[in-house]
């Protein structure tokens, strides 16, 4: 099995900064992309940007130039650097990551979810 745990939510005032760390344990080979999702009350869980093996990153629209991923492959951790944060913001996020285990299958998994608000 493999376990992600998020850390680093918070509360945070409008145009502020908050880092999300997202640590994967087991019986892990090797992580190939890891991914942010949100979900906000009441809205569908959407994804927010990617980071592959090999360092190329992806961002939604409304991540762009705010919202930074990364990745220390050496501590199976991957990172959301988030600025100038808006109300808009506000959800719980999750970190996401396709494995590839001991038993030489791959597989998605997900943290938790740490609780991000933006106060106006």
């Known amino acids: 099995q493999v376990q992600l745990v998020e850390s680093g939510g918070g509360l945070v005032q409008a145009g502020g900064s908050l880092r999300l760390s997202c640590a994967a344990s087991?019986?892990?080979?090797?992580?190939?992309?890891m991914d942010w999702y949100r979900q906000a009350p009441g809205k569908q869980r959407e994804w927010v940007t990617k980071?592959?093996?090999?360092?190329?990153?992806n961002y939604a629209t409304s991540a762009k130039g705010r919202f930074t991923i990364s990745r220390d492959d050496a501590k199976n951790t991957v990172y959301l650097q988030m600025n100038s944060l808006k109300p808009e913001d506000t959800a719980v996020y999750y970190c996401?990551?396709?494995?590839?285990?001991?038993?030489?299958?791959?597989?998605?998994?997900w943290g938790q979810g740490t609780q991000v608000t933006v106060s106006p």
């Open positions: 980071i592959s093996s090999g360092g190329t990153t």
């Open positions: 087991g019986r892990i080979v090797r992580i190939n992309d």
């Open positions: 996401s990551a396709l494995v590839y285990l001991t038993d030489y299958s791959t597989q998605r998994y």
